[in-house]
């Protein structure tokens, strides 16, 4: 940087001064990244520039505005320069290694130039390229061992930073908001397998077991510290299957299901039975709702339809009954003599 200064003052073009803020800022590929300077709208002659230098290239214009309010953007494929509330800002989208360098903001004032600030921006690879997870092939029933697989693929030629990795298992269950740390583990040498194949990742395999009970249901994510970064894996699901595993539980379920199949038809029986109760309550009820007039009417349609029967039933005669008929039948014939 002050070789950079020594020329510009040689070249009478610029100056840097005390004030000058310098920082440095580490990011991944593919990351996003805001650069921010400080716009003083009081000076109205004054311009703004976002200024890179990189090493083995000339200086790189990548945008320029106005100290007062101004709506020009400035924007490439993958930078935009803009102004915002009281400050110019640099945003660099889905970062590359090349986009390494220093980056200024550099204030002009007729023909006095001054370095704002300064920001040393290195983007690296991570070592860590992935993390995957095997989830288990058959369904989990309570007191089941089940072991969890974490394969981490890593390239050691691009590691920036000394020593190995550490692997963690974390589990989230329904009813916590933050994963929980269940497991850590040693030394990562002996998990790791290196291909043949020149320039090819490092593959380490790593197994978490664990006898599974209904309260260690939940996803279980294996994560992995490097270069002071945590990758997480996409996390594995473990589902308890508690009616199947639990024969006890079963029979309840069966026994409450049949007790509610009695009880429905012991409510119906005895429902059945209370409406025919209630149906000859109605009818002598009707009955006696009657007049006593029309009770005797009914009575006497009832008495002639019994009378109206043919009779079968033949008596014997008595002597007094035939002793009646012949005196009877003597005095109509003395009647129809006297005539």
């Not at 920082?23 to 990351?31: A, C, F, H, I, L």
């Not at 309840?252 to 109760?277: D, E, N, P």
């Not at 029967?309 to 008929?325: D, L, Q, Y």
Request: overall charge neutral; glycine content about 6%.
């Amino acid at each position: 940087m002050l070789i950079i200064c020594y020329l510009l003052l040689m070249l009478r073009v610029g100056r840097c001064t005390d004030s000058l803020i310098f920082e440095t800022k580490t990011v991944g590929v593919g990351d996003d990244v805001t650069l921010t300077c400080t716009r003083q709208a009081s000076e109205p002659k004054t311009r703004l520039f976002w200024i890179r230098l990189v090493s083995g290239d000339l200086p790189e214009l990548l945008g320029g505005t106005f100290s007062f309010d101004y709506d020009g953007v400035n924007k490439t494929p993958r930078i935009t320069a803009k102004q915002e509330p009281g400050a110019f800002v640099l945003h660099i989208s889905q970062t590359k290694l090349s986009d390494t360098g220093v980056y200024y903001c550099v204030k002009v004032k007729e023909l006095d130039m001054t370095f704002l600030n300064g920001t040393f921006l290195r983007i690296k690879e991570p070592d860590v390229t992935a993390v995957v997870q095997v989830p288990p092939s058959d369904s989990v029933h309570p007191g089941d061992p089940v072991t969890l697989q974490c394969s981490v693929l890593s390239d050691s030629e691009k590691k920036t930073c000394p020593g190995d990795h550490s692997v963690f298992w974390f589990r989230a269950g329904s009813d916590e908001s933050h994963p929980s740390l269940i497991y850590t583990h040693g030394n990562s040498g002996d998990e790791c397998e290196k291909s043949p194949e020149a320039h090819s990742p490092q593959k380490c395999v790593y197994n978490f077991s664990k006898n599974i009970s209904s309260s260690n249901a939940g996803t279980y994510y294996c994560a992995v510290a490097s270069c002071g970064e945590i990758l997480f894996g996409n996390g594995t699901k473990i589902e308890v299957n508690m009616l199947q595993s639990n024969p006890v539980l079963f029979l309840l379920c069966a026994a409450l299901a049949i007790s509610l199949t009695i009880i429905a038809f012991l409510i119906y029986t005895i429902k059945k039975k209370t409406c025919g109760c209630c149906n000859a309550a109605v009818v002598l009820e009707t009955n006696a709702s009657i007049p006593r007039g029309d009770q005797q009417s009914q009575q006497r349609d009832e008495d002639s339809l019994a009378y109206s029967a043919p009779s079968f039933i033949t008596r014997k005669t008595g002597k007094a009954e035939r002793r009646n008929v012949k005196t009877a039948e003597e005095t109509v014939y003395s009647g129809v003599r006297a005539l």
